[in-house]
C-alpha cells in the first residue's frame, strides 16, 4: 500500500509527464492533484507525442485507473476537447477516468477575470497561463466556486451561480463596462456537460484510499512545481495552488502515511515562463542554443522559455520542502550543446555570500549566483541506457549534482523517446 508522489523541483515543465508514464508501467492508479489546463504534461509513445493539460499522462497506459481529484480545477471544455482527442486516437478513456465531484470548474468569467487581473497588474503582471486557474481557486477559498457535482443539481447550480453573479457581473460592468453574464445562459452551458461528466464521477479519494488499502500502486502526478507553490514558492510570481507535497495529500483526499516514495524531477539546466524571479537565467547565445536543443516552448502557451543554468540551492529547498526520497533528472542530452557547464551552488547577496536559497523576496531579487564550472561532454548520449554508458564528463555532472542534492536518482533521461532514458532501481 504505497503511493509515489512526482513532482517538479523548480518552475515547471521538468518533463514530469515522462517520469510518470515511464512509473504508470508498474501502477494501477495514476492521479492529478493540483492545477489544471494551465499544466502540459508530454508523453512520446513510439513516434507519437501525447500533449496532455488535465488528464493524468497515465490514461496512455493501458488499464491504468485515472482520477482527477477534488484539488484540480477543471475546465468542462478542455476537459471534453481531451477525452474526445485521445478516442479519437483509440485510446479508451470513459471507463478509466475518474473525477471528483468535489473539484471546482473554471467558469467562463474566471478566465476573462484573469486576463483583465493581468493588465492590470501591467509591469508587475505574473505572467500567467490565462487559463482562469486564479480567479477560479479564488473562488474556491472564498466559498463561492461552481463544483463538479452541482451540475447534477440544476436547482442548486443555478442558485450558486446567481450567487457568483452578483459580484461578477457588478465587477465586469462597473469596473471593465463590460457585458454581464446571464444566469441561464451559464446553467444551460454546465448543463450540456452533464451527459459527458456523469459516468466518470466519483469520490476519487474513497477510490484510492480503498485501493491503497487493497496493497495497490498509486502514481501521484504533481503539476506545476514546487517554486510556482503559492505558499512555498517565488509569491507573487506562483500559480494559485500548492503543487508540493502537502498538497498532494489534499488535493488527491488520501492520507500522508501512504506516501512512501517522493520523486522531485529537475532538469540538468532550469526554465521558467511567466514573470518572476530567475536568478541563473541566460541571456546569451548559450541560453539560445539551450533552448533550440531542448524545443524550450511552452506545451500550453507556445511561449518561448526562459533559459538558465542548475539553481542547486533552489532544488534543495525543494528537495527539502517536499522530502524526496529520489531524483529524476531529465534532459540531460541538451547540455550536449555547451562546452562549459555551470552549477550555481549559492549566491553573493548585497556583498554576502548565501548558500540557501532565499525566503526573502528582495534577496531572491538580489541575488547573483556563484558557480561551479564542469567540463561538458560535447556528444550525442541518446543511445546511453546505463550510466556506466555515458560519458566520463557527464557521469561526473550526475554524481555532483545527486550527492549535492542528497537522495539517489531514479532517472536520467537522455532523449524524448520512451526508452531514451537510464531508468535505476526503484523502492525498498
Ligand atoms: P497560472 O497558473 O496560469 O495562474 O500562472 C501562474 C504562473 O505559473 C505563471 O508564471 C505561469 O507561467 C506559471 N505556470 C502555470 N502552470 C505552469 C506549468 O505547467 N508549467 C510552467 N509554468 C506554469
Same mark, same amino acid.
Given at each position: 500500500?504505497?503511493?509515489? $508522489? $512526482?513532482?517538479?523541483?523548480?518552475?515547471?515543465?521538468?518533463?514530469?509527464?515522462?517520469?510518470?508514464?515511464?512509473?504508470?508501467?508498474?501502477?494501477?492508479?495514476?492521479?492529478?492533484? *493540483?492545477?489544471?489546463?494551465?499544466?502540459?504534461?508530454?508523453?512520446?509513445?513510439?513516434?507519437?507525442?501525447?500533449?496532455?493539460?488535465?488528464?493524468? *499522462?497515465?490514461?496512455?497506459?493501458?488499464?491504468?485507473?485515472?482520477?482527477?481529484?477534488?484539488?484540480?480545477?477543471?475546465?468542462?471544455?478542455?476537459?471534453?476537447?481531451?477525452?474526445?482527442?485521445?478516442?479519437?486516437?483509440?485510446?479508451?478513456?470513459? *471507463?478509466?477516468?475518474?473525477?471528483?465531484?468535489?473539484?471546482?470548474?473554471?467558469?467562463?468569467?474566471?478566465?476573462?477575470?484573469?486576463?483583465?487581473?493581468?493588465?492590470?497588474?501591467?509591469?508587475?503582471?505574473?505572467?500567467?497561463?490565462?487559463?482562469?486557474?486564479?480567479?477560479?481557486?479564488?473562488?474556491?477559498?472564498?466559498? $463561492?466556486?461552481?463544483?463538479?457535482?452541482?451540475?447534477?443539481?440544476?436547482?442548486?447550480?443555478?442558485?450558486?451561480?446567481?450567487?457568483?453573479?452578483?459580484?461578477?457581473?457588478?465587477?465586469?460592468?462597473?469596473?471593465?463596462?463590460?457585458?454581464?453574464?446571464?444566469?441561464?445562459?451559464?446553467?444551460?452551458?454546465?448543463?450540456?456537460?452533464?451527459?459527458?461528466?456523469?459516468?466518470?464521477?466519483?469520490?476519487?479519494?474513497?477510490?484510492?484510499?480503498?485501493?491503497?488499502?487493497?496493497?495497490?500502486?498509486?502514481?501521484?502526478?504533481?503539476?506545476?512545481?514546487?517554486?510556482?507553490?503559492?505558499?512555498?514558492?517565488?509569491?507573487?510570481?506562483?500559480?494559485? *495552488?500548492?503543487?508540493?507535497?502537502?498538497?498532494?495529500?489534499?488535493?488527491?483526499?488520501?492520507?500522508?502515511?501512504?506516501?512512501?516514495?517522493?520523486?522531485?524531477?529537475?532538469?540538468?539546466?532550469?526554465?521558467?515562463?511567466?514573470?518572476?524571479?530567475?536568478?541563473?537565467?541566460?541571456?546569451?547565445?548559450?541560453?539560445?542554443?539551450?533552448?533550440?536543443?531542448?524545443?524550450?516552448?511552452?506545451?500550453?502557451?507556445?511561449?518561448?522559455?526562459?533559459?538558465?543554468?542548475?539553481?542547486?540551492?533552489?532544488?534543495?529547498?525543494?528537495?527539502?520542502?517536499?522530502?524526496?526520497?529520489?531524483?529524476?533528472?531529465?534532459?540531460?542530452?541538451?547540455?550536449?550543446?555547451?562546452?562549459?557547464?555551470?552549477?550555481?551552488?549559492?549566491?553573493?547577496?548585497?556583498?554576502?555570500?548565501?548558500?540557501?536559497?532565499?525566503?526573502?523576496?528582495?534577496?531572491?531579487?538580489?541575488?547573483?549566483?556563484?558557480?561551479?564550472?564542469?567540463?561538458?561532454?560535447?556528444?550525442?548520449?541518446?543511445?546511453?541506457?546505463?550510466?556506466?554508458?555515458?560519458?566520463?564528463?557527464?557521469?561526473?555532472?550526475?554524481?555532483?549534482?545527486?550527492?549535492?542534492?542528497?537522495?539517489?536518482?531514479?532517472?536520467?533521461?537522455?532523449?524524448?523517446?520512451?526508452?531514451?532514458?537510464?531508468?535505476?532501481?526503484?523502492?525498498?
Amino acid at each position: 500500500m504505497t503511493a509515489t $508522489v $512526482v513532482l517538479g523541483l523548480a518552475w515547471g515543465d521538468e518533463g514530469k509527464g515522462r517520469v510518470c508514464d515511464a512509473l504508470a508501467a508498474d501502477v494501477g492508479y495514476v492521479s492529478r492533484y *493540483s492545477g489544471g489546463n494551465n499544466a502540459g504534461h508530454t508523453v512520446r509513445v513510439g513516434k507519437e507525442d501525447f500533449k496532455l493539460h488535465l488528464i493524468p *499522462s497515465g490514461i496512455v497506459r493501458e488499464g491504468v485507473v485515472c482520477t482527477i481529484g477534488n484539488g484540480v480545477v477543471i475546465n468542462p471544455e478542455v476537459l471534453k476537447q481531451e477525452v474526445e482527442a485521445l478516442e479519437k486516437r483509440g485510446i479508451e478513456v470513459r *471507463s478509466r477516468l475518474r473525477i471528483d465531484g468535489r473539484a471546482h470548474l473554471i467558469m467562463p468569467y474566471h478566465i476573462r477575470l484573469d486576463s483583465h487581473r493581468e493588465k492590470a497588474l501591467g509591469k508587475a503582471k505574473i505572467g500567467t497561463t490565462n487559463r482562469g486557474i486564479g480567479p477560479t481557486y479564488e473562488d474556491k477559498i472564498s466559498r $463561492v466556486g461552481i463544483r463538479v457535482q452541482d451540475v447534477f443539481d440544476e436547482g442548486i447550480l443555478r442558485a450558486k451561480i446567481e450567487a457568483a453573479l452578483r459580484e461578477k457581473n457588478a465587477i465586469f460592468e462597473g469596473i471593465y463596462g463590460e457585458k454581464p453574464y446571464e444566469v441561464e445562459e451559464l446553467v444551460s452551458y454546465l448543463l450540456s456537460f452533464k451527459e459527458l461528466l456523469f459516468p466518470m464521477v466519483e469520490d476519487t479519494g474513497a477510490l484510492l484510499r480503498g485501493a491503497l488499502e487493497n496493497r495497490e500502486q498509486v502514481l501521484l502526478e504533481g503539476a506545476q512545481a514546487t517554486l510556482l507553490d503559492n505558499d512555498h514558492g517565488t509569491y507573487p510570481f506562483v500559480t494559485s *495552488s500548492n503543487p508540493s507535497v502537502g498538497g498532494a495529500c489534499v488535493g488527491a483526499g488520501i492520507p500522508p502515511r501512504y506516501l512512501d516514495q517522493i520523486v522531485g524531477v529537475t532538469k540538468a539546466y532550469t526554465t521558467r515562463v511567466g514573470d518572476g524571479p530567475f536568478p541563473t537565467e541566460l541571456f546569451d547565445e548559450t541560453g539560445d542554443a539551450i533552448r533550440k536543443a531542448g524545443h524550450e516552448y511552452g506545451t500550453t502557451t507556445g511561449r518561448a522559455r526562459r533559459v538558465g543554468w542548475l539553481d542547486l540551492p533552489a532544488i534543495k529547498f525543494s528537495a527539502s520542502l517536499n522530502g524526496i526520497t529520489h531524483l529524476a533528472l531529465t534532459l540531460l542530452d541538451v547540455l550536449s550543446v555547451v562546452e562549459r557547464i555551470q552549477v550555481c551552488v549559492g549566491y553573493e547577496i548585497d556583498g554576502e555570500r548565501v548558500d540557501e536559497f532565499p525566503m526573502s523576496q528582495t534577496d531572491l531579487h538580489h541575488a547573483t549566483p556563484v558557480y561551479k564550472e564542469l567540463p561538458g561532454w560535447g556528444v550525442d548520449i541518446t543511445g546511453c541506457r546505463m550510466r556506466g554508458d555515458l560519458p566520463e564528463t557527464a557521469q561526473e555532472f550526475v554524481e555532483f549534482v545527486e550527492a549535492e542534492v542528497g537522495v539517489p536518482l531514479c532517472m536520467i533521461s537522455v532523449g524524448p523517446e520512451r526508452d531514451q532514458a537510464i531508468v535505476e532501481k526503484i523502492g525498498a
